[in-house]
């Protein structure tokens, strides 16, 4: 009997533990971390790594300027990323703030602030570069690209 009710607590032991683990990898990893990897990407000028950052469906609210493009896939994403790149020289960027909001998904925001000047001018421009993402159950995505002047 002892050693059933033994095994019976070591089964409860373990289910309660993976449980936990299963909540534990479902929870959000650190945001700050996620938009430090977007400010180094975007300084990059990697428009394509920024893009493959997209939620599943690929679809990213883009507005880099001159209007919002909506929500479009990523190889406009990516090409209109490379525009507004190639006309900068990047200065620097810097994550400044990030925010989880909550809800269902989970979604929350970053900010960067990217200095840049225009090719062949030498004064800089300050922008600030909002970044909206969502959890998808694994990985921060981005969600949204607004570059703000």
Do not use: C, K
């Amino acid at each position: 009997m002892r050693r059933r009710v033994l095994s019976v607590l070591l089964a409860l032991f373990i289910l309660v533990g993976g449980g936990r683990a299963a909540v534990a990898q479902a929870s959000p990893a650190p945001l700050q971390a996620f938009v430090a990897d977007v400010a180094r990407l975007w300084a990059a000028g990697d428009a394509d790594a920024l893009v493959d950052l997209a939620p599943a469906d690929g679809r990213i609210v883009l507005d880099v300027g001159g209007g919002s493009a909506g929500p479009v896939g990523q190889r406009q994403a990516a090409a209109a990323l490379r525009a507004v790149f190639g006309g900068r020289t990047t200065v620097s960027v810097r994550a400044e703030r990030s925010t989880v909001s909550g809800g269902s998904p989970v979604s929350g925001f970053g900010e960067l602030r990217w200095d840049s000047r225009l090719r062949g001018v030498s004064t800089a421009h300050a922008s600030v570069v909002f970044v909206g993402v969502v959890w998808d159950g694994r990985a921060w995505r981005v969600r949204e690209l607004r570059i703000l002047d």
